[in-house]
């Protein structure tokens, strides 16, 4: 039994074609994957510059007694708001301030907002 020259050319189109097809489907599951990971590392770039933003703030607050302005903030940690709210301490922690540090960003249009507290020492607290 002898095989035509044509019909081995038609089994090497077809496994051609699957063999495309296979890679197409594995480049764009690679595609679909690569975004995602991508917007997973925005966001936690984002929640890192908040943090950040928001423990440099406090520090500055308790060493000094000043809040680091918007503009440094914004140069320091970009894409990062700031606000910080301070209160008397109560109970046990009398005689002391309670700053609130709220750092906010919106890396791809999604909030992320982190709050840090910290008492200080009443003088160092108010400016």
Not at 15 to 39: C, K, N, Y
């Amino acid at each position: 039994m002898t095989r035509s020259p044509h019909s081995r050319c038609g089994w090497m189109i077809f496994e051609t074609l699957v063999a495309m097809t296979s890679l197409a489907v594995v480049l764009v599951g690679a595609s679909a994957m690569h975004g995602a990971i991508a917007h997973a590392n925005r966001y936690h770039l984002a929640k890192q510059r908040c943090i950040l933003a928001a423990e440099g703030q406090l520090d500055h607050l308790a060493l000094t007694g000043t809040a680091i302005d918007d503009a440094r903030v914004a140069d320091l940690w970009p894409g990062v708001t700031v606000t910080v709210e301070r209160e008397d301490g109560k109970g046990q922690w009398e005689g002391m301030t309670l700053l609130h540090a709220t750092a906010t960003a919106a890396p791809d249009g999604r909030p992320i907002r982190v709050r840090l507290s910290r008492y200080v020492p009443r003088a160092g607290g108010e400016s």
